[in-house]
């Protein structure tokens, strides 16, 4: 059965379809005897469902309900078994690698922006140790300024240090 | 191949957390008014002698300074004379150790990116400010 079917079935059966329609799945009805079954087994359940509805509940329905409800006890689903329940669903997998790199991008850990397995974050990790901030000389590496400033970088002799020296441009400059 | 999801984010949360653990640094930011009224270098101020010295002042005063823990991507911004802000944005490590930064003055149109290693200094001066000019050095070490 599939779910067109199903849903023309019950479009039938509520009377909405115009005639040209109705006709065809008439046509149908009597040609497939699978089609046919399913829609016995509807009319079937219409028909209960009605009867269903015209019974009269008794008095004290919703009390006994209430009680019941009281007296089963409630529990959440565990915290494992919500993690299993989503572990199960074929999502899972995107959602945790996509979450786990966001979780390392948004800390800085470097190198880690393969989506393709865990491999690379290892292999990142053993790389570039970085467990310590390298003593070193300071490096400028860019420099981006409007063209009305000098810009000067500045090294003293045997200092780590660099020193970025703006100054305002002067018509001197230019000529 | 639905159980790998697990495995995968607790290892990863494992070396998330080992990361974390590792980006934190100290960056101290120091504003400094430098002028050729007198001789004068503040004791917070003798790291950066050699780099002082070879600028055409003479005294070379501590105006402002702080020091703020931060993660190896965060912005620091601080105000200095002439209201103006100096932006200070961590990078990441670099390959060779050093920390990356950007620094920004938004009213100067300046921008600079430089990698900093442990304990040095970058520099940047120039701003005019009360017959001198302000010089603002931005250190980093690892905590």
């Known amino acids: 059965m599939w779910k067109d079917d199903l849903e023309g079935l019950m479009m039938l059966l509520d009377g909405v379809l115009d005639p040209t329609q109705e006709a065809l799945w008439r046509a149908r009805l009597a040609d497939e005897p699978e089609l046919a079954q399913q829609w016995s087994e509807l009319q079937t359940l219409r028909q209960k469902l009605n009867e269903g509805l015209k019974e009269e509940l008794s008095p004290d329905f919703t009390q006994r309900v209430m009680r019941a409800v009281r007296h089963t006890e409630q529990v959440p689903p565990s915290l494992w078994d919500r993690l299993t329940a989503f572990l199960s669903r074929p999502i899972a997998i995107p959602i945790s690698v996509a979450a786990a790199l966001a979780l390392m991008w948004s800390i800085g850990l470097p190198s880690a922006t393969s989506p393709t397995s865990s491999a690379p974050v290892i292999a990142a990790q053993s790389a570039a140790p970085a467990s310590a901030l390298a003593s070193g000389e300071t490096e400028i590496e860019s420099i981006d300024n409007p063209t009305d400033y000098n810009v000067l970088v500045l090294a003293a002799p045997g200092s780590p240090n660099r020193m970025i020296w703006i100054s305002q441009r002067t018509p001197s400059d230019e000529g | ?143």
């Open chain 2, 1 to 143: 191949m639905r159980l790998l999801a697990l495995p995968l984010f607790l290892v990863s949360s494992l070396f998330a957390d080992k990361a974390l653990a590792q980006s934190q640094f100290k960056m101290s930011i120091r504003v400094i008014h430098a002028t050729k009224d007198g001789t004068r270098m503040d004791p917070g101020l003798v790291d950066l002698k050699a780099d002082l010295s070879q600028l055409a002042f003479t005294s070379f005063k501590l105006l402002d300074g702080h020091t703020k823990t931060v993660f190896d991507r965060e912005v620091v911004a601080l105000e200095f004379p002439g209201s103006r802000w100096l932006e200070v944005r961590t990078r990441g490590v670099a390959k060779d150790g050093s920390l990356k930064v950007s620094m920004k003055v938004r009213d100067l149109k300046f921008k600079a990116k430089a990698k900093v290693g442990a304990g040095s200094t970058v520099l940047l001066g120039g701003p005019p400010h009360m017959n001198g000019s302000i010089i603002l050095a931005v250190t980093a070490t690892q905590l």
